[in-house]
């Protein structure tokens, strides 16, 4: 079989994927070439959605990651899935998309599908803000503990990656006294 018939198959192959979520949880979604692609969920179906493409071979997630749309006053999620153990499914990334508002920042964690997104989601979590609901250590990964920006039990905090984000003082670093 040439590379472009492989290709060909590989393409048939995410393309049945995405329909068969379209029509079996009404999601949207589109496959962008032989080996991308990507689904739009609602975050009350991510959870089942997920199970589902676990079931299909997609073993891992390769990535979690976070993006700001201050103008919608939402933040999107994106989970790019894909397999070890499949060698077909290997070859292939489908992001894994769903959206929350900013007055409600929460999404359900995948954690108990995937345990790869332990850091992604804690990540995604402690430079948005974005609470993963199920997570079972959400908590700061990467920042200092004593910089400004813990999330209250309303929901407000400084995430460094918000675009609402300013940086306090620019220019150079002074050390603390001891």
């Known amino acids: 079989m040439s590379t472009q018939q492989q290709q060909s198959v590989q393409q048939s ?4 994927i995405i329909q068969d979520l ?3 949880f009404k999601v949207t979604g589109k496959a962008e070439s032989d080996r991308r692609g ?7 179906k991510i959870l089942e959605v997920a199970k589902y493409l676990k079931e299909l071979g997609f073993d891992h997630v390769k990535s979690v990651t976070g993006i700001d749309y201050p103008e919608k006053e939402e933040f999107e999620v994106v989970y790019h899935v894909s397999s070890y153990s499949d060698l077909e499914l290997a070859k292939t990334i489908l992001a894994v998309k769903t959206k ?3 007055k409600d920042p929460k999404v359900p964690s995948l954690y108990s599908i995937w345990e790869s997104v332990w850091t ?9 803000g974005i609470i993963f609901n199920g997570h079972p250590d959400l908590r700061r990964l990467f ?10 039990e309303d929901f407000e905090g400084v995430h460094p990656l918000r675009k609402s ?6 220019g150079l670093f002074v050390d603390k006294s001891s």
Do not use: H, N, P, W
Not at 13 to 16: C, D, G, R, V
Not at 38 to 44: A, F, G, L, Q, R
Not at 143 to 152: A, M, P, S, T
């Open 13 to 16: 192959q995410l393309a049945k």
């Open 22 to 24: 379209i029509t079996k």
């Open 38 to 44: 990507y689904i739009e969920v609602s975050k009350d």
């Open 100 to 102: 929350t508002s900013y």
């Open 120 to 128: 992604g989601e804690r990540e995604t979590y402690e430079m948005l």
């Open 143 to 152: 920042l200092d503990e004593d910089f400004e920006g813990v999330l209250d």
């Open 165 to 170: 984000f300013k940086v306090k003082q620019e």
